[in-house]
């Protein structure tokens, strides 16, 4: 079965760094766009990033854009978010996701707290 597991998160300074994996197991990782969402406290869930299979094309959130990147390990069936600059606006739990024949696939989620 398909198994998203996120890792990563914890409590960072404004201005500091994280970078938070996912690791994946139950489909050909390989061949799967994944996405990247967030959650924060009281908002809707929205995409932060997304990067497709073989030659791995990025996309990201305008809120984002120049801070954080994406990237994928297909020897290690693992996607990335490296987050920089972060801001108290970042805070959210951070998610994956994958769409296997139209199904969409969650992680359990990782808290990211950006707070002095």
């Known amino acids: 079965q398909v198994q998203l597991v996120e890792s990563g998160g914890g409590l960072v300074q404004p201005g500091g760094s994280l970078r938070l994996s996912c690791a994946a197991s139950?489909?050909?990782?390989?061949?799967?766009?994944m996405s990247w969402y967030r959650q924060g406290p009281g908002k809707e869930r929205e995409l932060v990033a997304g990067i497709l299979p073989a030659g791995g094309t990025t996309n990201y959130a305008d809120s984002v854009k120049g801070r954080f990147t994406i990237s994928r390990d297909d020897a290690k069936n693992t996607v990335y978010l490296q987050m920089n600059s972060l801001k108290p606006e970042d805070t959210a739990v951070y998610y994956c996701?994958?769409?296997?024949?139209?199904?969409?696939?969650w992680g359990q989620g990782t808290q990211v707290t950006v707070s002095s």
């Open positions: 139950g489909f050909t990782f390989s061949t799967y766009g």
């Open positions: 996701k994958v769409v296997r024949f139209w199904m969409e696939y």
